[in-house]
């Protein structure tokens, strides 16, 4: 069993976790002779003989042992802050884009631009991601995208086409409905805030811009946001395209949806392709995939998420750390992840390669991801924003009839607002 070090953190008040580095050396004693490497469960089913193949070629490159710690995602952000409160942390981590600002502004990761040759073969929008003072604390690993999934056997049965502006995504719903009565036509998800945010976006609204005070304002309930808004709910309460239940479904429920044959299209991750007709063989040839269409024409912008890895301040291992996390992110390995776990890899050739693909249920997601693809405000406040629920709250009070579009909104934008401009 490999020697684990101890490092001593020190309490930051203004800092999100309230925790720092302290700059200490450690002697031999505390160093680790393997590289301790926390990877998050799930995201690949066969993860073990990727990582054997991983860890083999690392070793033979370095001579360097490497132990992978699998984390479950629920898990992740209470075990990640334990360990750096005890000073018990591994030398590299995979972490959620959402997720990184918060610890390099806490000190806890190694900056790497100083190893990062080409900042732009990344996707831009999760490299910026990591980015906090001009400093680099994470390299885009994987990536994954929100598009709509529908049922192309059943639009073609009825004489639709793919819907390119949001009237004609509304006008093919309500003609559907009436046509596949047992249908939920388009679930509309009350505790998915991925599924609201191209919606604000598309309408002209932003999840929150700094001004030039530094100080952060939300126009979530600006007329364009709520147009957004008021459109995305509406398909729910106006039109009756969705079901009552969705007020509660999550991102898996309404996967789950699709994959039971219950509803004809949803706003659905780039992964879940794979997920569904892994659960249901049935539906094998009878889906496919279109870009989210703009308010008028166009695309609309797309929730692009995903993963980073970084390298953890003061472990004496910031090196051979650096080199693990350059050989997934720099070699066959990096496209090797992608194929097995359903997600893209975060290159913006490899992408690029996607959205050239003949298969109908990539190249629509790699076309998103690459032309509409847009990240949360990339500050350490942001994982309280999405702590707090604050855009799912927002979505179910609407749908509950608890608040009019208008009063939900400026409460959202009010409660982003605080949350951001807290100790600014």
């Not at 309460?237 to 079901?243: A, P, V």
């Not at 870009?291 to 998420?305: I, T």
């Not at 996390?325 to 776990?341: A, H, I, N």
Request: glycine share 10%.
């Amino acid at each position: 069993m490999a020697r684990r070090r101890a490092h001593q953190y020190v309490s930051l008040p203004a800092a999100s976790l309230a925790l720092v580095l302290a700059a200490t050396a450690c002697g031999d004693d505390n160093t680790s002779d393997a590289l301790q490497v926390w990877i998050m469960e799930g995201t690949n089913p066969d993860a073990s003989a990727f990582f054997d193949a991983a860890n083999e070629a690392f070793t033979e490159e370095t001579g360097m042992d490497v132990e992978v710690e699998f984390v479950p995602w629920a898990d992740a952000q209470d075990k990640i802050s334990t360990a750096i409160a005890g000073g018990i942390v591994p030398d590299v981590i995979e972490l959620g884009t959402t997720f990184t600002p918060e610890y390099a502004a806490a000190g806890a990761l190694h900056d790497l631009s100083g190893y990062i040759d080409d900042p732009s073969r990344f996707h831009q929008e999760m490299y910026e991601m990591g980015v906090v003072d001009d400093a680099a604390y994470g390299v885009p690993w994987y990536a994954s995208i929100r598009s709509i999934i529908y049922r192309k056997d059943i639009f073609e049965e009825h004489g639709h086409e793919e819907p390119t502006s949001w009237e004609e995504l509304r006008e093919t719903a309500l003609d559907l409905a009436e046509a596949e009565e047992d249908m939920i036509v388009f679930p509309v998800p009350g505790q998915a805030q991925y599924s609201v945010m191209p919606w604000i976006w598309g309408g002209g609204g932003e999840l929150a811009v700094q001004e030039s005070d530094g100080t952060w304002t939300s126009t979530v309930d600006s007329p364009e946001g709520r147009a957004g808004v008021e459109f995305f709910t509406g398909l729910a309460l106006e039109d009756g395209l969705s079901t009552t239940g969705a007020v509660n479904w999550n991102e898996i429920d309404v996967m789950e949806s699709l994959s039971d044959e219950k509803s004809i299209m949803a706003i659905s991750n780039s992964s879940n392709p794979k997920a569904i007709l892994e659960a249901n063989s049935d539906l094998e040839g009878k889906l496919g995939a279109f870009v989210l269409p703009g308010q008028e024409s166009g695309y609309m912008d797309s929730f692009a998420g995903g993963s980073l890895l970084s390298v953890f301040e003061g472990t004496g291992n910031e090196e051979a750390g650096w080199r693990y996390v350059d050989m997934l992110t720099g070699t066959d390995l990096f496209d090797r992840w992608g194929e097995e776990s359903g997600f893209f890899p975060a290159g913006v050739e490899q992408i690029e390669t996607y959205a050239e693909s003949d298969d109908p249920l990539v190249r629509p997601f790699a076309t998103q991801l690459l032309d509409a693809g847009r990240s949360t405000p990339a500050l350490p406040a942001w994982s309280q924003v999405e702590a707090e629920g604050v855009l799912v709250g927002m979505q179910q009070d609407i749908l509950n009839g608890n608040a009019t579009v208008d009063e939900a909104t400026e409460n959202a934008a009010a409660t982003i607002e605080r949350l951001l401009n807290e100790g600014a």
